[in-house]
Nanobody, 123 residues
Framework: QVQLVESGGGLVQAGGSLRLSCAAS????????MGWFRQAPGKEREFVAA????????YYVHSVKGRFTISGDNAKTAVFLQMNSLKPEDTAIYYC????????????????WGQGTQVTVSS
C-alpha cells in the first residue's frame, strides 16, 4: 500500500503564504507523478498543480499560475506546494495524489490520495 500524508495547512490572511508538503511511503516518486488537488465546501475536487519527475515539467490550473509553485525535494522523497498571494477563494482541503498515467491534470488518472490538509484564507 502507498500512503500519502499532507501537512502545512493552516489559517492565513489574504495575501499571505503557506507551504504544503506531501510525504509518501517508499520511493513512490521514482515511479509516480504527483499532483495537488483541492476541494472547497460544496464544490467538486479540482486540479491545482502537478509535476512530472521524468522531465520536471509542471502544470497548473489557470487560477494559481504565478502564485503557486510545485516542486520536489532533492532526494525525491516529498513534493511541495508553495502558495503565495493567497486569496479567500483558495480556501479548501488540499490533497496530494499520485498517478502512473500521462494526463497529469485529469483527476481520474490518480490512483493514490492523501487525507488532505485544510487551508483557510481569511479576507
Amino acid at each position: 500500500q502507498v500512503q500519502l500524508v499532507e501537512s502545512g495547512g493552516g489559517l492565513v490572511q489574504a495575501g499571505g503564504s503557506l507551504r504544503l508538503s506531501c510525504a509518501a511511503s517508499g520511493r513512490i516518486f521514482s515511479t509516480y507523478d504527483m499532483g495537488w488537488f483541492r476541494q472547497a465546501p460544496g464544490k467538486e475536487r479540482e486540479f491545482v498543480a502537478a509535476i512530472s519527475w521524468s522531465d520536471t515539467n509542471t502544470y497548473y490550473v489557470h487560477s494559481v499560475k504565478g502564485r503557486f509553485t510545485i516542486s520536489g525535494d532533492n532526494a525525491k522523497t516529498a513534493v511541495f506546494l508553495q502558495m503565495n498571494s493567497l486569496k479567500p477563494e483558495d480556501t479548501a482541503i488540499y490533497y496530494c495524489a499520485a498517478q502512473q498515467g500521462r494526463r497529469l491534470w485529469e483527476i481520474n488518472e490518480y490512483t493514490y490520495w492523501g487525507q488532505g490538509t485544510q487551508v483557510t484564507v481569511s479576507s
